[in-house]
């Protein structure tokens, strides 16, 4: 190795000496641990991103845009008719998504898509274990040593470079491949179950790339903006369908009638509202917007159509949406009888209708 290899300031047997102390170090148990530990995360997150990547192409909840995941979200709710369920989803609407992307990563990594799982799992185990052992990849461990001897040596001064230039490199890399024997052995036990404990996690990274958008709620009946951008002002926030204001403990002030119509129906009609539950005034549904915000925000078009969904959610849920409300579907807020013409499996139709068109 010619002097002019080295990086300025250091001479060739100060630099042996710290190939000498490397060695040295690299016998060290600590050293080996700390190694596994690094490529094991390496795996999992490779594995995590590839696992993502693979559900977001291939699972119909996720190879679409934010409203394909809300149809696919409002189908398993009305599947489970778990009221619960439903009101997290209308109170925290982010949250019950959240749950919905969780659980069906869960089910596609450790149920019937397991095999798939496991086989991206151990290639990635293969390749990083092919890549350890490999002798010429001495970049990543010797970054690797470099940020783990730091401290005591101050490597900063030798490049992955020299290390390619070091005579008893031989002597070195059977040294590391001593170490490494064990490690293979650790990574290629990893299972599925342990990913959890990463860092990186498939249902993490569909999260962040699912949910990044906006969480604005409708002020009348509580329905989720479904636009893709999380701050889209002065644009206005907007839905393809809004719901019963029921739905949102709506009701007639100082009586315990919920209001049962859905924003559509109302911003078209000739009725007023009070913007806050201690406004003294009220405000012509006509001219929703002149409440200020969020009101303002919002875009309803005035609409009649009336999503067969939601409908039958009021239905379904009569009972329990007054006592969660402790409010009534009585007199002028009725449910019409119309409504309860449709069950579960027209309701859930009713979904792919009306996102196909939108
Ligand atoms: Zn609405
Ligand atoms: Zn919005």
């Known amino acids: 190795m010619s002097k002019a290899k080295c990086s300025p300031g250091i001479t060739l ?12 170090a690299l016998m060290n148990e600590h050293f080996v641990f700390r190694f596994k530990k690094h490529i094991r995360n390496s795996v999992c997150n490779k594995t995590a991103i590839d696992l993502a990547g ?9 190879n679409g845009n934010r409203l394909n995941l809300e149809k ?13 369920a439903f009101i997290t989803y209308i109170r925290n609407p982010r949250k019950q998504v959240e749950a919905f992307i969780k659980e069906k990563v869960n089910t596609h990594m450790l149920g019937e898509h397991k095999d798939k799982a496991l086989s991206i799992l151990r290639k990635n185990v293969e390749d990083i274990n092919k890549l ?18 730091s401290d005591k040596l101050t490597l900063d001064a030798i490049s992955c470079q020299n290390f390619k230039d070091i005579k008893n490199f031989d002597f070195l890399q059977e040294t590391i491949e001593k170490g490494f024997v064990s490690i293979t052995k650790t990574i290629s036990q990893t299972s599925l179950d342990k990913m959890k404990e990463f860092r990186l996690r498939p249902d993490q990274i569909l999260i962040d790339q699912l949910c990044n958008c906006c969480w604005e709620t409708c002020p009348f009946c509580a329905a989720v903006c479904t ?3 999380k701050d889209h002002s002065p644009e206005d926030h907007s839905v393809p369908f809004h719901r ?12 315990e009638i919920l209001c049962v119509d859905f924003c559509t129906t109302q911003v078209a009609s000739e009725g007023s509202f009070y913007p806050c539950h201690d406004s003294n ?16 925000n919002w875009s309803i078009t005035p609409d009649e159509s009336k999503l067969k969904y939601w409908t039958w959610f009021v239905c379904q849920f009569q009972e329990k949406l007054e006592n969660h409300h402790g409010l009534k579907f009585t007199q002028r807020g009725e449910i019409p009888s119309e409504w309860k013409m449709h069950d579960k499996k027209e309701a859930i139709q009713s979904l792919d209708e009306m996102y196909s068109t939108n």
């Open 54 to 62: 693979e559900m977001r192409c291939t699972f119909p909840a996720f």
């Open 132 to 149: 350890v052992i490999h002798r010429g990849d001495t970049d990543m461990w010797a970054k690797e040593f470099s940020s783990l001897l």
């Open 13 to 24: 047997s100060h630099f042996n000496r710290k190939i000498q102390d490397l060695c040295k």
């Open 72 to 84: 696919h979200l409002l189908k398993s709710l009305a599947e489970k008719e778990d009221f619960d």
């Open 227 to 229: 636009n893709t951008i």
């Open 281 to 296: 005034h009220t405000i012509p549904f006509k001219k929703y917007r002149t409440a200020g915000p969020p009101y303002e």
């Open 244 to 255: 019963s204001q029921a739905i949102n403990g709506w009701h007639y002030r100082n009586t």
